[in-house]
């Protein structure tokens, strides 16, 4: 695909036709007034009956969010958060046609610390976020990042409920919303001094400066820009999962589209995520248990969404990220989009193809296998992929990792057995505790109440780790939940070694019995 035109020797041009001269091909009548892609014109109200009846069609082949339901928007001031909210507004609306009918709030994190930003630049970019949503009229909650160092270690403990056939439950919930409000459709406004007061409790001023720092010396101490923004992504989950149950809240609305999640896609493979694709990139993310994530903007193109927002004076706010004005090789997340945004102006259906492979990774026991995985990744909360056997392609890795560090060779190596650490991750200092300290590894030369933050970590966060110089600055509840996991877990290993002569083996003997005979 990518040799096109180097075959053609750039003689392989697509004809640049005006849409002023062509009809919309959804009704033959008017004249179009956009291309969403190569033989699709559509006017003004096709493309927004288009829009719309997408995301309702979303929401409602999925069935996911249960009428009178409470959900909270994650909002970023972005484009595609922010149609999310205007289509969930008109979708709520006085003359909408086949209303939705769930509680929405509306929660944005502000991020202006790991920035540098000011404190007065802050509070403006604030400003123009609360006056966004108070058109709304909808709950909301404005959090600055910094909360995240206060919340409470039960935020990494998935709480699994009781479901039953969802299409019954589903049909029983509508029945019951139907009786319940017979006339009175669900108006999801509060009063102003509500609103003010949601907003005011989260006021920058009253952020202690030391919170600041303690974020942003984290941050400091990750080398690379790629883990820097693998680790916001998953202090911005905790907070917003945090959030909604703190509020009440059942689902958690994300404005991911369909762009951003074929990006995602090839991102998370580089960076060993793999094993996790059918969840990052589903429609439901049920790995929280009693919080359920879903990505209803996740049919449409950032092309899509940009028309939709400029023709219909769709407000949004440009704040800028991490990655804003960095070099295309600056992480691995910007090199891929890069990559994909270029090849999709030449090629318009690079996108939907990566994102409709994506969906063939979706299985139907991706729940199930969520909910029953006893063991869980203390940052992503996914199934961990590195409990597997020798043979695997894991170990594999880690063997050549070993292999290939500097200044040992694998006969050193085996010659050294106290420079080996019982994770396998190499250790070649003089002062093996302080080292694995700084490298948050566990380690032989380590006590017992150290913590192995590794063994708790799927793989791509193990190279998030691997990439701080410290882990001292690690949120507090982090820390605490690493402890309780590793208290647990040497205790049911003292456990099991106590009543282990009385366990019997395969063939039906107890241990003692087969050391005797």
């Known amino acids: 695909m990518c040799q096109v035109d180097e075959e053609y020797n750039g003689l392989l041009e697509s004809p640049v036709a005006s849409s002023a001269t062509k009809k919309c091909n959804k009704c033959k009548e008017t004249t179009a007034a956009l291309v969403l892609k190569p033989g699709e014109s559509l006017c003004r109200g096709c493309f927004k009956e288009h829009f ?36 969930v507004q008109e979708g709520l609306g006085q003359n909408a046609h086949k209303k939705l009918r769930f509680k929405p709030g509306i929660v944005y994190i502000d991020e202006g610390c790991l920035l540098g930003q000011s404190t007065e630049k802050r509070q403006k970019t604030m400003a123009q ?29 998935p709480v699994h409920l009781a ?3 969802p299409a019954g ?35 920058p001023q009253l952020i202690a400066e030391a919170q600041t720092q303690t974020l942003q010396e984290l941050f400091s101490r990750v080398k690379t820009l790629t883990a820097k923004e693998d680790l916001l992504h998953t202090l911005r989950r905790h907070l917003l999962v945090s959030t909604a ?6 689902k958690l609305m994300l404005g991911e589209n369909c762009t951003r999640l074929a990006v995602k896609l090839l991102a998370n493979i580089a960076l060993g995520r793999g094993a996790q694709l059918a969840v990052d990139t589903a429609f439901c993310d049920p790995r929280y248990g009693d919080i359920v994530a879903v990505k209803p903007m996740r049919d449409y193109t950032a092309k899509e969404i940009s028309l939709y927002n400029y023709m219909w004076n769709v407000p949004y706010v440009f704040i800028p990220s991490l990655e804003t004005k960095t070099a295309d090789k600056s992480s691995i997340q910007r090199l891929t989009e890069s990559f994909v945004v270029k090849l999709q102006v030449d090629f318009p259906s690079t996108v939907s193809t990566i994102y409709r492979t994506g969906e063939k990774l979706q299985t139907a026991s991706v729940t199930e296998d969520i909910e029953r995985a006893p063991l869980k990744c203390l ?18 890795t880690l063997i050549s990792e070993q292999l290939s560090n500097v200044g040992t060779t694998p006969m050193q190596a085996s010659l050294r057995p106290d420079t080996q650490t019982k994770c396998g991750a190499p250790c070649d200092q003089q002062d093996g505790e302080e080292h694995c300290q700084a490298q948050a590894v566990c380690c032989s030369h380590k006590g017992g109440d ?24 690690l949120p507090q509840y982090i820390m605490s939940e690493a402890q309780r996991r590793n208290r647990r877990s040497e205790k049911k290993s003292q456990i099991r070694h106590e009543i282990s002569e009385f366990l019997l083996t395969e063939d039906g003997d107890s241990p003692s019995i087969k050391a005797d005979s």
């Open 52 to 87: 719309v009846h997408k995301f309702r069609a979303m929401l409602g082949k999925n069935r996911i969010i249960f009428p009178g339901e409470k959900v909270l928007l994650a909002v970023s001031g972005g484009s595609s958060s922010c149609a999310m909210l205007n289509q």
């Open 129 to 157: 976020i609360n006056s966004l949503f108070k058109m709304t009229g909808f709950p909301h909650h404005i959090i600055p990042l910094e909360m995240v160092l206060n919340l409470p270690p039960s935020v990494l403990e």
């Open 163 to 165: 479901t039953d056939d």
């Open 169 to 203: 439950s589903y049909k029983e919930a509508v029945d019951h919303f139907m009786q319940s409000s017979p006339v009175h459709s669900v108006d999801p406004r509060v009063d102003r001094s509500e609103l003010s007061a949601l907003t005011d409790a989260t006021n």
């Open 245 to 250: 149950r703190t509020e009440g809240y059942s």
């Open 379 to 396: 940052f992503c909360m996914c199934t961990l992929d590195t409990a597997l056997g020798e043979t695997s392609a894991f170990q594999a």
């Open 450 to 473: 150290s913590m192995n933050l590794e063994s708790l970590l799927c793989y791509s966060c193990q190279q998030t780790v691997k990439d701080m110089t410290s882990v001292e600055f």
